[in-house]
């Protein structure tokens, strides 16, 4: 076969260079025809659109085409033609084909028929191959990108936080270990605790849960970082909202007061939605059109208001006016009780209309480095709760005095050892501050109108899954 460059196929869809002769490689999704002439719709990742490959039979033999069926890879050479079929601009004549790879239709799972989610996580090693998951990740990496260009326009620096790590942030026991030690053979000390001394560490070591406590450090330096990486959690809630192993962007801005913080996260989830709107619309579109028939209405609607801010207490309020109206919930309301995804939809979906920031929740159900509120009982949180998601950001002020910071530490079980370093910006040039966590995740579950988390990361980690 004569040796062309490749030319990649949203590249061959936009092109007019009608008569050129051209090389495209990727994979089958149908081989249909009829006993002359056999269409070939080929897709290489880059579109959602397919090419069409049109193959004279005579040309090339019954037998050369019989192992191109779905899922093989073809490398085709052949001339840039206008259509004449509907719904695509431009086709190959095909002149030359090479089969790279075939896919048995008796044991290749993704024949062209619609598959369950479920079933296309069970083969989630073949899934990018589907209309739905070329989306949902051209999607993803779009959505990181425009992460890193919002920071950086901004003068953000992106700050590498460590993955391995001796304490817990959020100082809820939900980390998962990393050891060395041999579990068939653990020494343990008179108390029968284990002892860490022999461990590769020389001390219990977890998985990050979040990388704030590092990322503060940065900011009280570089002034306004943000971080961007995965983080681990063993909460074992089998959610479609909760992965053990997602990915999470923290921005921390010295000098940032809640307000400033609240408003620099409206803008961040506004950038990033318009960028999709902007950038992936033929992937949006789709998504749209097979799952979710509201789900461009549903982003222009969030781009379109201001984001409500609400005191938790206020919010509270409005939710048991809804019961006492005789609103059903699941979990009950009252003040000092945490939200569940149902009342945040509550206030979003239904009073609201919109996007709600929630602040000032009570102390006892947020994080020791929360900024303390004079009346006691409050701490300076803001989460941002979103139609169809709940609970997309979390976030807050810090506690910047020293001593109310160290004191809440020890209240909530979180020890000076663990954290002296953390303590010290408080010691030396303490500033006040704030950032917050936006769960990559769940942002795309609202852009790509996915209804299960595990539809929007590559290889999903969930309570007893951890295959491919
Ligand atoms: O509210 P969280 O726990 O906040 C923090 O971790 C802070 N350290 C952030 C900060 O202030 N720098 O988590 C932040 C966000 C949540 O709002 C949610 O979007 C996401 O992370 N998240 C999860 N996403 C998927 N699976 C899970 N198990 C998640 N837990 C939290
Ligand atoms: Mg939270």
Redesign the pocket.
Known sequence: MEKISRTKITDLLKSDAFGTTVNVKGWVRTRRGSKQINFIALNDGSTIHNLQIVVDIEKFGEDFLKPITTGACISVNGTLTASQGSGQKVEIQASEIEIYGTADPATYPLQKKGHSMEFLREIAHLRPRTNTFGAVFRIRHNMAIAIHKFFHERGFFYFHTPIITASD??G?G?MFQVTTLNLYDLKKDENGSIVYDNDFFGKQASLT?????E?ELAAMALGAIY?FGP?F?A?N?NTP????????I???VAFYEIEENMQLAEDFIKYCLQWALDNCMDDIQFLNDMFDKELINRIKFVLADKFVRLPYTEGIRILEEAVAKGRKFEFPIFWGADLAAEHERYLVEEHFKRPVILTDYPKEIK?F?MKQNDDKKTVRAM??LFPK?G??????Q?EEDYEKLRTRAKEMGVPDKDIWWYLDTRRFGTAPH??????????LLFVTGMSN?RDVIPFPRTPKNAEF
């Open positions: 942030c959020e809820a939900q849960v979040s990388g704030q406590l990322g971080t983080t959690r909460e809630s909202r909760h992965l053990a192993e997602f990915w999470m923290e921005p921390e994080s480095y989460d941002v998601i609970e997309i950001i979390g976030g807050s810090r704030s950032g917050f966590g936006l769960g990559f995740e769940r942002l988390i």
